[in-house]
């Protein structure tokens, strides 16, 4: 929690009864560059959709950075192993080949689900449980493939939580060497990919984006939608989550994200419109 400057308590309250007017369930956490928290059932766990594409993302630079992957490797997909959903690589023609990184940036910027699946292909299943276990992220776990609607009929779900997604992500801001996860280079490189992300209807959508900078990461499934992400102003900077699930129509969670998106930059610019 927050110290208890009137002003924060009541920027509490504001984003508090955007949440209480969501016909569905939003767990929220935001942490700034000095380590203050909010949290709003930050714990619970969620269907990931595909913010578990953030700790795919990591499994795999973890294992570039131990030599056993190299990021400019090239792979081709098979038209077999194509899958629907979000995505351009589904529509390329059959003999594109890709660079890990060239995946890894489709996987992100335009959450390809095609390219997700080739990359948990390459890495494994059992790459992106080795690293949530290292980092403590108690609620994340990569189940199934994206699309596979075998096993998810089947019990088989990938989740996670507001609080998992921030611990993630201040990984790449953590640039103390003897606490940093990644290397700087590797931290860089995915804060390009994130700061590339084409979805943008969510926390960022009434955001000022000449005056900040977001690197995020969105995801939706029926019920659900979720955004996350770094936000920087100047010096400032914050990571923030936000998953809302139990809903009847996608549109009032998607709704209550760009609020609290426009609450957090209110929040990072210091401005008080209360």
């Known amino acids: ?33 000095c380590g203050r928290q909010l949290q709003i059932d930050a714990d619970t766990q969620k269907k990931a959709a595909s913010l578990i594409k953030i700790p ?21 997909i098979d038209k077999e192993n194509r899958v629907g959903g979000a995505g351009v690589s589904q529509f390329l023609d059959g003999g594109t080949s890709f660079t890990l990184r060239d995946l890894l940036t489709l ?15 390459i890495i494994g299943l059992s790459a992106v449980a080795e690293f949530c276990a290292e980092q403590g992220l108690k609620s994340t776990r990569l189940e199934r493939k994206m699309m596979d609607f075998k096993a998810a009929t089947a019990g088989l779900e990938n989740k996670t939580s507001a609080q998992d997604m921030v611990a993630c992500l201040k990984l790449l801001h953590t640039e103390d060497s003897k606490r940093a996860v990644f290397s700087d280079m590797s931290r860089q490189t995915m804060l390009c990919i994130l700061g590339g992300q084409q979805l943008l209807d969510k926390l960022p959508f009434y955001m000022d984006l000449d005056s900040l900078k977001i690197a995020n990461k969105t995801g939706e499934l029926a019920g659900v939608e979720h955004d996350c992400g770094i936000i920087t102003f100047g010096g400032k900077k914050l990571t923030v989550a936000v998953l809302v699930d139990d809903l009847l129509v996608n549109y009032s969670g998607k709704r209550a994200i760009q609020e609290i998106g426009k609450l957090v930059e209110e929040y990072i610019k210091g401005i008080k419109s209360f």
């Open 107 to 121: 996987m992100i910027v335009v959450s390809d689900n095609t390219a997700t699946n080739k990359v948990i292909d």
């Open 1 to 33: 929690m927050m110290g208890a400057d009137p002003s924060l308590l009541e920027w509490k309250e504001r984003v508090q009864a955007v949440v209480d007017s969501t016909a569905g369930h939003v767990s929220f956490m935001m942490e700034d560059e």
């Open 56 to 76: 795919i993302l990591m499994a795999a630079f973890k294992q570039v950075e131990a030599g056993r992957l190299n990021i400019y490797d090239r792979y081709s």
